[in-house]
């Protein structure tokens, strides 16, 4: 995998995988099965640095294809001088200008908002067979020395001392949760004033319901007591 940053949502990647996709929307093998979105974003970067200067990034040489603007014709770009100023300034001027923008990347969004990610570590093999042979070709067209068995071992050799540390995102689906309070602040007051209403109106019978029961009591030992007194005076006199 190849993951490349730029004010997108985050990622536009480039899978080295055996699938392909073979239509005009899909512009070069080298990107394989990303989505359709990301692919023609960045091809459209892609050739919108090559008009301004007839080359690409020299550090993307396994993804040179890009299609002309109008046509859906696929070209093999040159790859720019490591020295050469003009593509990290064409970059510049295509990411800082709004109407080259907005011509060229149209489907691009603002920057992501959301900046921390839950990270997963995982290895593989590298390069995949697909990827290999570009990489041979792009070994053999630099100025290093290599290895006396190189025609023979270059395989080995390779796959020995290739790493590759890439970043990649595992969906492009984002979800987006957002929390509603179910009761409002009107709701919460209007039903702790009328169960606190109900709960007193209740309370407060009930307190009169035990008053008027222990008046009853009272007065019925008053009573009860009065006669016994009165009953005792009678039979002395």
């Not at 690409?56 to 603007?69: D, G, M």
């Not at 070709?137 to 540390?165: D, F, G, K, M, R």
């Not at 004033?193 to 019978?205: A, E, N, P, Y």
Request: proline share 3%.
């Amino acid at each position: 995998f190849q993951s490349v940053t730029y004010p997108d949502d985050g990622f536009v990647l480039k899978k080295k995988t055996i699938t392909r996709a073979r239509d005009e929307n899909y512009a070069t093998d080298s990107f394989g099965s990303v989505t359709r979105r990301h692919r023609r974003i960045y091809i459209q970067e892609l050739s919108a640095r090559y008009e301004e200067c007839g080359c690409v990034n020299p550090y993307e040489w396994s993804a040179r294809s890009i299609v002309l603007r109008g046509t859906s014709k696929i070209a093999e770009a040159p790859l720019c001088n490591l020295t050469d100023i003009c593509y990290p300034v064409a970059g510049l001027k295509i990411t800082k200008t709004s109407s080259i923008w907005d011509q060229y990347c149209s489907h691009c969004h603002q920057e992501c908002s959301t900046v921390t990610f839950a990270l997963m570590k995982s290895s593989i093999a590298a390069p995949s067979m697909p990827f290999i042979y570009l990489t041979k070709a792009h070994v053999e067209s630099l100025s290093i020395p290599l290895p006396a068995n190189w025609s023979t071992n270059w395989l080995s050799e390779i796959q020995n001392n290739y790493v590759s540390l890439e970043v990649v995102c595992e969906s492009n689906q984002v979800e987006n949760y957002t929390e509603e309070a179910s009761v409002s602040a009107v709701s919460v007051l209007s039903n702790v004033g009328g169960h606190t209403g109900l709960w007193i109106g209740i309370s407060f019978l009930s307190i009169m319901e035990f008053i008027e029961m222990l008046y009853r009591l009272c007065r019925y030992e008053f009573h009860s007591m009065k006669r016994i007194l009165m009953n005792k005076f009678n039979n002395n006199n």
